[in-house]
């Protein structure tokens, strides 16, 4: 089993505490949302769980290894990541692009084997963007790449998968089949920490919550313990509503009539 630890975790960018003291423990086989309004933190505590950015102290252990120590090709083993902003190379089809997940595996002048051959197919298929595979990749849809950069991370055969955002510039039809392949991944066993806007989207996919504001915990939890109406109107500074929902251990909120976001919209 694989196991990710985050011991009171702080990040700074200049003076300002961008995430302050987090921790978190993390199995394989589960799905953890981070939620919170913008500003909370959620992207930056994804950059240092990956690795990419430094802590200002606390840390961050796969399986007992501070991730820190780790080259950026041993992490790239263990941990795949997909940013909320994603950039495709220009002059890479789509299949190129997906192939450079195996880099962390063989260099880019060795020739793919057929087990690399076989899990790129794989990825392209269960993003369902097989027929984009001989396409420039740049010139793809904002949603169209982002699915070109989770097929990429699926590709990477990574027992952590890392996600920010995953369903941004997403229709629903593509939401639903991107948050479907993540659960299939966790069955297999991959642990996949997602950062989301959606609360209903959150509370149905994830195993466990963690809801941050102004970079600190607020809660975290199953979503029936996260999701509570009064934590999340205060967090949102928002009105919410709380619906029954058909399965009744997960809550649904939507804006309440008398929010400001609502009477904007009306």
């Not at 060795?110 to 794989?122: G, H, K, P, S, T």
């Not at 997960?250 to 008398?258: N, R, S, T, Y």
């Amino acid at each position: 089993m694989n196991t990710i630890t985050v011991d009171h975790c702080c990040v700074r960018y200049g003076n300002k505490l961008v995430v302050d003291d987090v921790s978190l423990h993390a199995s394989s086989g589960s799905f953890i949302a981070v939620i919170g309004p913008n500003g909370a933190g959620k992207s930056t505590f994804l950059r240092a769980l990956a690795g990419v950015i430094p802590l200002a102290s606390g840390s961050i252990a796969m399986n007992g290894t501070a991730i820190a120590t780790l080259t950026p090709q041993q992490r790239a083993k263990h941990i795949a990541m997909v940013p909320q902003q994603t950039h495709m190379p220009a002059g890479f089809t789509v299949r190129e692009v997906v192939a450079m997940a195996r880099y962390a595996f063989r260099p880019w002048y060795v020739a793919q084997r057929a087990d690399d051959e076989a899990l790129i197919d794989a990825a392209l298929h269960d993003c369902e963007i097989s027929q984009y595979a001989d396409a420039d990749a740049a010139h793809l849809s904002g949603g169209e790449q982002q699915r070109v950069a989770v097929a990429r991370a699926i590709a990477q055969q990574a027992n952590v998968l890392i996600l920010d955002e995953p369903t941004a510039h997403l229709d629903l039809h593509h939401q639903a089949a991107i948050l479907r392949i993540a659960r299939v991944l966790t069955q297999r066993g991959v642990l996949v920490v997602a950062a989301m806007h959606d609360l209903n989207l959150a509370a149905a996919i994830a195993d466990h919550v963690l809801l941050l504001h102004e970079g600190r915990t607020i809660a975290q939890g199953t979503p029936v313990e996260v999701l509570q109406h009064a934590v999340l109107e205060r967090v949102y500074r928002t009105s919410l509503l709380c619906i029954p929902h058909a399965d009744a251990s997960i809550p649904f909120f939507v804006l309440a009539h008398d929010s400001p976001a609502h009477a904007a919209m009306s």
